[in-house]
Nanobody, 124 residues
Framework: DVQLQASGGGLVQAGGSLRLSCLATGFSFDDYGIGWFRQAPGKEREGVSCIFTDGSTTYANSVKGRFTIASDSAKNTVYLQMNSLKPEDTAVYYC??????????????????WGQGTLVTVSS
């Protein structure tokens, strides 16, 4: 069975850092791209970042230069390193697996599997 488990959320002050983890089981990173999404209170879920099956990455403009996505195949884990956090980054963060992904990466419907969310709260 394909399963995704997100973790690493918490409370951090503005300017701080957090690293989210997405443990993936039941598939290879060669088969599916992994995306990170977030949903802030009262807002729609939005794509944050994606790592494609070829290892290339992409980011939403709102996080570019502050967030870094990376995968560790040996640990079956995708990470989202979040630096210089802002209060507007406060949201429940989700990881998802899907494919094939390209310029469609930020569409939720492209992802077949979702992990549970992990809450990130950035205080001002």
């Amino acid at each position: 069975d394909v399963q995704l488990q997100a973790s690493g959320g918490g409370l951090v002050q503005a300017g701080g850092s957090l690293r989210l983890s997405c443990l993936a089981t039941g598939f290879s990173f060669d088969d599916y791209g992994i995306g990170w999404f977030r949903q802030a209170p009262g807002k729609e879920r939005e794509g944050v970042s994606c790592i494609f099956t070829d290892g290339s990455t992409t980011y939403a403009n709102s996080v570019k230069g502050r967030f870094t996505i990376a995968s560790d195949s040996a640990k079956n884990t995708v990470y989202l390193q979040m630096n210089s956090l802002k209060p507007e980054d406060t949201a429940v963060y989700y990881c998802a697996a899907g494919g094939p992904l390209s310029t469609n990466w930020y569409f939720e419907d492209e992802y077949a599997y979702w992990g549970q969310g992990t809450l990130v709260t950035v205080s001002s």
